[in-house]
């Protein structure tokens, strides 16, 4: 009985060295006849990533002139024009940059100052429910009014704006949104701001007038968003990859992506995790997480996503507010907006991948310089949250050349010119 | 050697556990085997059989949809004027869905309106319905893998 188990068993181990073998010989022939091919349900996960899956953008219903051609044009000629600025110097192209994806290589933004914040691109926004790191506007347009009149980003208020569009924008204004009330008896400088003289003209204007100007200023949001609208990301590498994929799982062209980008590519859906968040066609589920992001030296720790709650939950300018078009059912991410719970504090939203080799510095105040130091963050699982906590649960165990891989596949995401 | 073949399909078993490839599971890797992916449940205390059914069919991710819930008694006569919550979490990971979905409208025989359901990320997903009917409260789980 016990000669017939030890003999068993040593039938069992050769049994093993031969299967092991035979396995090691198929690899062998599979690598030297075949790149590594994808399997059904990895196709399908890929197909999910490329731009070819990206649905055509939906409609904004707060406001009536998203897709009007008029308001995109009269829109991107105030994206442009400094003089929409308290120093006459700065425009939302200060930062967002067309030559960078419209982002600006710095770790924060710098206008009338310096903004503590990394400035996001705006290729491919308009998709999101959410808008900013910590969603705190609801719109395109709604967003686009917070910069101008933030202290250190345009520095202007509300009558110095509809001054200004009175002045130089007046008949592309009263095409599209009607006549101009009669600005000559409004402060030059009032609005509910930091500075106290506009802000205290503000609170000497009647709710009439306040609601006069608070309406130009809205549509103006509203042609800067309708020019953002257009801004659509366009193929990459990536894709022309997926698209030379056959449903067998292999290129029909060799040569799109190279051996490291592809493995890259499949530590990015696999080992790396990087899909449960950087998934769909941009690369992103427009959601809010925290993933333990350090500080930024010198600055406080950014609360993000239960301060953004609360500033769209109270905006005059949200999807509810008196400025939108929608009807309120419409406002869906109002009405199911999360509210409570673990995972709002120090969540901040996450950004798109397209283009993210060209729109470094990385994170929401630019922590980190590179790629390189981004991986080796999620590598290690994350940071120690200084505020709520990490959902990352333990680190990746890439290797040094499988983090390599990961971010050469990262540059594929480049749009072609 | 007949007797010996349970001991090569072991070996080979063993072998392609060991190298099969970590992408291939990439959204399941630790979820239960187990689970019940019916959308047709008994409520844990037995009170309700409750079943869903998505506008969004197949779910996918990142798509804000509506559910239609069904709520009956075990013999199957509808339940009327519930007071249901809902939300989902992610047990693999330490977050819920990223929208508070809510019972929107009654809409007869024992079916209610869910809207607000959006999932932002491919895997193993708990649904829960609390449910409260003529002072009786219970609740379902439903599973859900997604792409």
Request: aromatic share 8%.
């Amino acid at each position: 009985m016990q000669r017939s188990a030890t003999r068993n068993a040593r039938l069992f181990l050769l049994m093993v060295g031969a299967a092991m073998a035979l396995l090691l010989a198929a690899g062998a022939i599979a690598f030297l006849t075949d790149s590594p091919r994808w399997s059904v349900d990895e196709v399908a996960l890929l197909r999910s990533l490329a731009l070819d899956a990206l649905e055509p953008l939906p409609p904004d219903p707060s406001n009536r002139v998203a897709d009007h051609p008029g308001a995109a044009a009269l829109g991107e000629r105030l994206f442009f024009d400094a003089r929409f600025s308290a120093n006459g110097a700065v425009s939302c192209a200060s930062c967002h940059m067309p030559e960078r994806y419209f982002t600006d290589g710095r770790p924060f933004g710098v206008g009338v100052g310096v903004i503590p914040l990394n400035t996001m691109t705006l290729v491919g926004a308009a998709y999101s429910p959410w808008f900013t790191w910590d969603g705190k506007a609801d719109s395109q347009w709604a967003q686009a009014l917070l910069p101008l009149e933030n202290a250190v980003e345009h520095g202007g208020d509300r009558t110095f704006y509809a001054h200004l569009i009175a002045e130089h924008y007046a008949a592309e204004y009263e095409a599209l949104f009607g006549p101009l009330p009669d600005l000559s008896r409004f402060p030059r400088r009032a609005g509910p701001v930091d500075d106290p003289d506009a802000a205290a003209a503000w609170g000497a204007m009647t709710p009439e007038e306040q609601d006069a100007i608070n309406r130009i200023f809205a549509n103006m949001g509203k042609a800067l968003a309708a020019y953002q609208r257009t801004l659509l990301p366009k193929p990459a590498r990536f894709d022309r990859y997926v698209a030379s994929l056959g449903d067998d799982g292999r290129p029909s062209r060799p040569g799109v992506l190279s051996e490291d980008e592809i493995a890259g590519l499949r530590i990015f859906i696999g080992k790396g995790q990087c899909i449960n968040c950087h998934n769909g066609p941009r690369f992103t589920n427009d959601a809010f997480h925290n993933t333990g992001v350090p500080a930024a030296p010198g600055y406080p720790v950014h609360r993000g996503r239960i301060d953004g709650v609360a500033i769209v939950q109270s905006d005059l300018f949200n999807c509810l507010g008196p400025y939108s078009d929608a009807a309120p059912e419409a406002c869906t991410a109002l009405r199911f907006i999360v509210t409570e719970g673990d995972t709002l504090p120090g969540a901040m939203k996450t950004p798109t991948l397209r283009n993210v080799a060209e729109t470094g510095p990385y994170m929401h105040t630019g922590q980190f310089a590179t790629l390189a130091e981004v991986i080796e963050h999620y590598n290690a699982g994350g940071g120690f949250a200084l505020i709520g906590h990490n959902e990352l649960h333990q680190p990746l165990n890439l290797t040094p050349t499988e983090a390599k891989q990961l971010e050469a596949f990262l540059h594929t995401l480049t749009e072609e010119p | 050697m007949h007797r010996l073949y349970p001991l090569l399909i072991l070996a080979v078993l063993i072998l392609v556990g060991c190298f099969s490839s970590p992408a291939s599971s990439t959204t399941s890797a630790s979820a239960p085997a187990n689970l019940d992916f019916s959308t047709t449940r008994l409520s844990e205390a037995g009170r309700y059989r409750v079943s869903f059914t998505s506008e969004l069919n197949p779910i996918a991710i990142n798509r804000l949809h509506t559910w239609t819930l069904h709520v009956e008694t075990p013999d199957g006569a509808p339940v009327e004027n519930a007071v249901i919550q809902v939300h989902g979490d992610m047990p693999e990971h330490r977050h819920g869905m990223p929208t508070a979905p809510k019972v929107t409208q009654y809409l007869g025989d024992g079916n209610y309106r869910v809207e607000g359901m959006r999932f932002q990320m491919g895997g193993w997903w708990e649904v829960v319905f609390e449910i409260e009917a003529n002072g009786e409260k219970d609740r379902v789980v439903f599973n859900l893998l997604l792409r």
